[in-house]
């Protein structure tokens, strides 16, 4: 069965850093269709970081030149650096990957409105002022 296990969460000043972990197992891990997201009670998951479906990195605007996505591929393991934390970015974050082999599209279609089919139970990561 497939298992998605986020850890690295925890509470930071603005201006902190933490580095997420998301450790994969349970199906053939690929390095395309997977990724980072966030939600906040009352609001609307929102894309972080993806790898789209030709393994390109792509991020949501408002993370840009802050967050990096990486994978280490012989490790099933997939990360996401932050720097820079703001109070804005306060929210559960979840890895989530597409299991069933489909095509999740590329650039802004995979990180804005691609429904990935595999979720993480999520790590929470808190920005205070």
């Known amino acids: 069965q497939v298992q998605l296990v986020e850890s690295g969460g925890g509470s930071v000043q603005a201006g902190g850093s933490l580095r997420l972990s998301c450790v994969a197992s349970g199906y053939a891990y690929s390095s395309h269709c997977l990724g980072w997201f966030r939600q906040t009670p009352g609001k609307e998951r929102e894309g972080v970081a993806v790898y789209d479906a030709h393994g390109t990195a792509v991020y949501a605007d408002s993370v840009k030149g802050r967050f990096t996505i990486s994978q280490e591929y012989d490790k099933n393991t997939l990360y996401l650096q932050m720097n820079s934390l703001k109070p804005e970015d306060t929210a559960m974050y979840y890895c989530?990957?597409?299991?069933?082999?489909?095509?999740?599209?590329?650039?802004?279609?995979?990180?804005?409105?691609?429904?990935?089919?595999?979720w993480g139970q999520g790590t929470q990561v808190t920005v205070s002022s």
């Open positions: 989530a990957a597409e299991t069933r082999g489909r095509w999740c599209g590329s650039g802004w279609f995979s990180v804005t409105f691609y429904e990935y089919n595999s």
